[in-house]
Nanobody, 126 residues
Framework: EVQLVESGGGLVQAGGSLKLSCAVSGFTTDDYAIGWFRQAPGKEREGVSAIKSTDGTLYYADSVKGRFTISTDNAKNTVYLQMNLLKPEDTAVYYC???????????????????WGQGTQVTVSS
């Protein structure tokens, strides 16, 4: 059974940092790319970052380049998203998802429901 569990969200002041974790089971981080997505109230879910461990392919949305860093610990089957210099507009529920194709980071609606985690809230106060 494929499972993804996010953790690490919370409330932080603007300029602060948080590190999100996505622990996966039922598959390994070598089997799929892993993407981080976020959804703010009233907005569509958007791809934030993604990593493909087998060849090191990385993706960052323009809005987070230079501030967020994605990494993976294959031994722990965990993918991390280090978020620095957080802004109020980063406030959202953050989800991780297994991607059978890296291009799915652009079309999260095509990712099957059971390839998503439950989400973790990130709130950045001004």
């Amino acid at each position: 059974e494929v499972q993804l569990v996010e953790s690490g969200g919370g409330l932080v002041q603007a300029g602060g940092s948080l590190k999100l974790s996505c622990a996966v089971s039922g598959f390994t981080t070598d089997d799929y790319a892993i993407g981080w997505f976020r959804q703010a109230p009233g907005k569509e879910r958007e791809g934030v970052s993604a990593i493909k461990s087998t060849d090191g392919t990385l993706y960052y949305a323009d809005s987070v380049k230079g501030r967020f860093t994605i990494s993976t610990d294959n031994a722990k089957n965990t993918v991390y998203l280090q978020m620095n210099l957080l802004k109020p507009e980063d406030t959202a529920v953050y989800y991780c998802a297994a991607l059978y194709n890296m291009a799915l980071v652009y079309t999260p609606s095509l990712i099957p429901n059971h390839y998503w985690g439950q989400g973790t809230q990130v709130t950045v106060s001004s």
